[in-house]
């Protein structure tokens, strides 16, 4: 076989594996924001200053091996004692939050719950976008090494992959913060917000052109069932932000949820009720017209508009401000018990109708979708609650990407505007799309020089680990510099 075909059935007919390792491998994230997070608070009590010596390269190498580096190790050598590692990182964690926070007084939590915390932005919901963002630019180039392990990859029909649920969970995080999710005033008509709305997708459509080509021009591997023969991800993204907006105009966003559920309901009847699954699944004329060639990517845009529907729906809920810690609390737990109540359903829908099918994106697969990103919002949310109550018992108020307690007269913002200069995740979240390109680009040349399939557990490593550096090197210069890269 040629090396394209190679490559090519090297990521076709897999299975995925359970929800379970999923949802366990999205944990280790928060668990790492904590071990970071208090590392600098450690640090403070010793020193009583930061940032760290050498700032610059210190708190990158810092940001890098706290952040980056296990999620790496999670999905590729360490990912046959997943659960090991989730719980001794944990452990490790509650050690250290218990040392910090061994001396605080016996009120302190109740006075802690009635806190009020500055309210410019929602930590949890950067954190949710850059962490989904992280985890998307990994898998697309390690899920070409045979380091990472097959049931991760996307599945081919039906299953539930780690990469599955990165398609769905992109789709969430932008609708998270879309300017409806933040109630921001849209000035003009109802048909010219659709109109800035068509404008706006036009970097998605160019970077969908772009990759087109040149996977057409270079014969690049690609899995056509995937989203078809000219169809990509960047199309998707486009065209959902499209359709979303037309539908926000016209719906009430009290009840989101409601349309996106009977879109997705309608969408799974249609495919039960007639020959539309078949077609998608078991139809090989792809040279027919557009709409055979791209089955997949055209029908696959319900299920997603779906998604991007609930993402808005829940942005709306989040981003409303609350006065104390205790009301955060009480979000969280609603965000828990909704992912609660979507596992259930989905259980019921995969017993009852059909498995997960990202192919098809589904009823299942929205389901799925949502669930799993709100049990990750909540645990990125506790995440943000546990360094809150470490940073009001240590009296650092230095972490980067967390939220700080609200004092009328603060004298900390400039120490904290330089610590989160310093700060990968600030970096990454403020050029997003630029982070996903370059992860594009750096993974079509890695693939274009390095034999993935055969590479030594060791040199697949050093590859992975080397891309992922140059990827937050080149973003956490240009968050330094204060550097935004937006062409639209």
């Known amino acids: 076989m040629a090396q394209r ?89 509650a050690c250290v939050f218990c040392y910090i926070c061994c001396g605080c007084p016996k009120n302190t939590v109740s006075a802690f719950l009635q806190s009020h915390v500055e309210f410019n932005q929602v930590p949890f919901v950067t954190l949710f976008r850059v962490f989904v963002n992280v985890k998307t630019a990994i898998s697309i180039l390690a899920v070409d090494f045979s380091v990472f392990p097959r049931r991760y990859a996307k599945t081919e029909t039906y299953g539930t992959g780690v990469m599955d649920f990165g398609v769905g969970a992109f789709i969430f995080a932008n609708a998270l913060v879309c300017p409806e999710a933040r109630r921001r005033n849209i000035s003009g008509s109802k048909m010219s917000r659709v109109a800035k709305q068509l404008l706006s997708v036009w970097p998605l459509v160019a970077l969908g052109m772009g ?55 309608f969408y799974q009847f249609t495919l039960e009720t007639s020959g539309l699954k078949a077609f998608i699944i078991h139809n090989t004329d792809r040279e027919k017209d557009f709409l055979h060639a791209n089955k997949e990517g055209l029908f696959s845009i319900f299920g997603y508009v779906a998604i991007y529907l609930s993402g808005v729906q829940i942005g709306l809920y989040v981003m409303q401000p609350r006065a104390n810690v205790r009301e955060w609390l009480r979000t969280l737990v609603s965000l828990l018990l909704g992912s609660f109540a979507l596992y259930a359903a989905l259980h019921a829908c995969q017993t009852l109708v059909e498995p997960v099918s990202r192919r098809l994106a589904n009823f299942p697969f ?35 990407s967390s ?3 609200y004092k009328k007269h603060y004298d900390g913002d400039k120490k904290s505007g330089e610590i989160g200069r310093l700060c990968l995740i600030q970096a990454v979240s403020r050029n997003q799309l630029l982070f996903f390109l370059l992860a594009n680009v750096m993974t079509g040349l890695t693939n274009s020089v390095v034999d993935t399939i055969n590479c030594s557990t060791f040199f697949s490593l050093c590859i992975l680990l080397l891309y992922m550096f140059i990827n937050c090197f080149v973003i956490y210069v240009l968050h330094f510099y204060g ?3 937006k062409f639209w």
């Open 5 to 93: 075909e190679l490559k090519e059935a090297f990521v076709s007919n897999l299975n995925g594996t359970s929800l379970e390792e999923v949802a366990l491998g999205l944990f280790l994230s928060p668990v790492c924001v904590v071990n970071r997070g208090l590392f600098l608070i450690l640090y403070y009590q010793a020193k009583g200053n930061l940032p760290l010596p050498h700032p610059l390269f210190s708190h990158l190498l810092l940001d890098f091996c706290a952040l980056i580096v296990p999620l790496v190790l999670s999905c590729t050598v360490l990912s046959s004692v997943l659960h090991q590692v989730a719980v001794s990182l944990t452990f490790f964690s």
């Open 211 to 265: 990759r087109l080509v040149s996977v057409k021009m270079t014969s690049y591997h690609e899995h056509v069932t995937e989203y078809g023969v000219h169809w990509n991800f960047f199309f998707t993204l486009a065209i959902v932000r499209v359709m979303a907006s037309v539908l926000l105009v016209v719906l009430p966003t009290s009840l989101l949820w409601i349309f996106a559920l009977l879109i997705s309901g």
């Open 366 to 400: 929205y389901l799925w979708s949502v669930a799993q990103s709100l049990f990750f919002l909540s645990c990125l949310g506790l995440v943000d609650i546990i360094l809150l109550f470490s940073k009001r018992a240590s009296g650092c108020h230095f972490v980067p």
């Open 403 to 405: 939220w700080n307690l």
């Open 483 to 485: 550097i935004t890269v």
